[in-house]
């Protein structure tokens, strides 16, 4: 019989914690890529990253069917599916931005005016959504191709929530989305060749306080060229 001993394994989780690091939910950034449609909108891509109180990564599975010649049932894949969906939330501005955008971009979807359906390629962007370690550099980023809104949520309102920041849930469509993992030196401070680290290393560090987008999103911005550049999507967007 194996025998475990529990001062031996608590060190060996403390080692593997000191070593790996780990990472938390509210270091995030969701940026995207506009469609042709918006392609006038690019100013408000800042806004939106830090206004972004939530998001979801999405995920994807394998679809099987039961094949059998004797004996038990096995599964065998033949499809792969993603979810479908990204959900955001927003902060509201006082100008109700956020909104607006969405609003805007689900009018080149689908004109609430004339009811006229718009080409795909205009109305379809892309969304990366990086996941950063507790220094705010890059550990994966999500690249979700064929991105438009689906759903923009109605607004809660109620007179005994004064002090309650008004918020905007989005639900966005998607075809598909690729993985990129970043591996690199712990402990959190990367040595070496800034140029062999993520986004060539010009993703600063800020103080640890809220968020921190704002001290990295000229960082973000010049990494997304090379990201996005690989995608392979339907259109050919321009960051500035």
């Known amino acids: 019989m194996t025998q475990f001993q529990g001062s031996s394994k608590v060190e060996n989780m403390i080692s593997n914690i000191l070593d790996n690091g780990f990472l938390t939910t509210n270091r995030y950034v969701a940026e995207f890529l506009l469609p042709k449609a918006l392609a006038g909108d690019s100013a408000s891509v800042p806004n939106l990253m830090i206004r972004c109180s939530n998001v979801t990564v999405p995920g994807r599975n394998i679809s099987t069917i039961g094949y059998r010649i004797y004996g038990p049932t096995r599964q065998m894949p033949y499809e792969i599916l993603y979810n479908g969906e990204i959900n955001l939330t ?7 931005s956020e909104r607006g955008f ?28 990086h996941v950063l370690d507790r220094s705010d550099q890059l550990a994966y980023t999500s690249l979700v191709e064929e991105v438009y809104p689906k759903t923009v949520g109605e607004l809660s309102l109620a007179n005994d929530r004064e002090n309650e920041y008004l918020t905007q849930e989005v639900t966005l469509c998607f075809r598909k989305y690729t993985s990129q993992f970043f591996v690199r030196q712990f402990p959190e401070n990367p040595g070496g060749d800034p140029s062999q680290q993520p986004f060539g290393g010009k993703i600063s560090k800020n103080n640890g306080d809220g968020l921190g987008i704002a001290s990295f999103f000229s960082g973000i911005r010049e990494g997304a060229k090379g ?11 321009k960051i500035s």
Not at 90 to 95: G, P, T, V
Not at 228 to 237: A, D, K, Q
């Open 102 to 129: 969405f609003e805007k971009w689900m009018n080149a979807v689908l004109n609430n005016r004339d009811y006229k359906v718009g080409f795909y390629d205009n109305y379809v962007g892309a969304l990366a959504i």
């Open 90 to 96: 927003y902060i509201l501005s006082r100008d109700m």
């Open 227 to 237: 990201i996005f550049s690989g995608i392979g999507n339907v259109f050919s967007p």
